[in-house]
């Protein structure tokens, strides 16, 4: 060894040195390696240290596990039966298929015996606090196992109990929506216990056939008028609830998230029967038709005959009515005429009437006014015993005899006899015979002339 150059000594320690630090960083790389995982979303996570301590991680990012293990569970996981699926679809529990199961078509019986292929998706979640996750974890282990041993078989015993409720015929006449949502019903709360009963039922709708034209409408019966039906009836406990089998996988706080039917295709009898149903149907809306358009033909025959009938009632109608109107007419004129005249009449005889009346009262009204004026001559005469008109009639008398004796021819000498002789007509005659007029015109008048103080 003395012999050995020290530059050679030098090279091997470095070789030592750096085989070292590379087995020291290997070494440090696998512990790395073997204590840290990154967290993806939408997981949750369950870990296990060398110590036997567990986690259950939860948020985004690389997480601490010194060489322990974990288990990542989605936090929602998928069944679905679907063409093309196979039953060996779920792999390893880090594949991502760990959170779901895919199923062939489902085989289910109706409640009428008719089997059929139902394609349907459920949606699981699972919980996420500590206490629930766990109980889970240690129950199931891993997400294959809670698949293959809770989802999967829930998942087709309530499809399978689902369809006993209800009856192909059922289904197929309007009641899909009932039985998707009995389904989600039956999935989230539990699969109802239920008891099948055959009964017979008596149709409440006679049914008529129409073979025979001629009888019309009214047609004899022909056929059964009952028929027998399945009813499922439900097990009602004590307080009048419907009795459930719970779901088993409710106890560990998964919950359903959705529950689908997206297609159901029954076998090919049912479906023949149906078609025949169809065509029968078809064919019973056909005759339908055709007999609903010979009785239209029938009643446009009648319509027709009736039509040119009601045309010759309403030309003869026309006729009678013009004539008649016309008659009516001439009648309405003769009776205006008469009507005309009588009211003319009546006119008149009102008119004399009134004239009359108003005659009458004219005539009233002047004999009013004159016994008015009368009354007021009467009224004043007896204030003052008509002095005034006795005056004035004095007055006429004095002018009528002094312009009668101013205008008398007399001679101018007048022979008469002695003073018991008769008259001559001397001044002194004629002056007393005026006298003697004036008196008997005052006595006559009823006034005295003097004046009463």
Known sequence: ????????????????????????????????????????????????????????VTEVGYKFYPFGRYNSWKRAMTVQAATGASLNAISAEKDSDNASASLPPLSIMFLDQVDAHAEATVRFSIPSDE????????????????????????????????????AAEEYYAG???????????????GIFLVKREEVA?????????????ALGTDQEAYGEDAKTVFLVKKVIDANGQPRRKSQRFNDFG???????????????????????????SADRAIAREQRVQEEEQRLLAIARGEREVAERQAQAKVEQIQKTTEAETEKQLTITGAEKLKAEAAISKETAEINLEKAKIEAQTQRTLADAEAYQKRVILEADNALAQKLEAEVRIQELWSDAFAKRSVPTNVFGGGQGGAPVGNDA???????????DAAKRLNYEREITK
Do not use: W
Request: aromatic fraction near 8%.
């Open 1 to 56: 060894m003395a012999g050995v150059p020290a530059t050679l000594k030098s090279n091997s320690s470095l070789m030592i040195k750096t085989v070292i630090g590379i087995v020291a960083g290997l070494i440090v790389l696998y512990v790395l390696s073997k204590s840290f995982f990154y967290a993806e979303p939408g997981y949750i996570y369950h870990v296990r240290t060398v110590t036997g301590n567990e986690a259950v």
């Open 254 to 280: 998964i919950t359903v998230v959705s529950a689908l039917v997206t297609d159901m295709r029954p076998n090919q009898k049912f479906i023949e029967r149906m078609q025949l149903k169809q065509k029968a």
């Open 175 to 189: 009641g899909r929506t009932e039985f998707n949502s009995e389904f989600e019903n039956q999935m989230s709360n």
């Open 201 to 213: 039922v008596r149709s409440t709708r006679s049914t008529t056939g129409s073979a025979n034209a």
């Open 131 to 166: 206490e629930s996750f766990l109980k889970l974890a240690h129950e199931y282990r891993s997400p294959e196992n809670l698949l293959r041993t809770a989802l999967l078989p829930a998942f087709k015993e309530t499809l399978q109990a689902n369809a006993s409720l209800m």
């Open 429 to 439: 005659e004629t002056k007393a015979f005026m006298q003697m007029l004036t008196l």
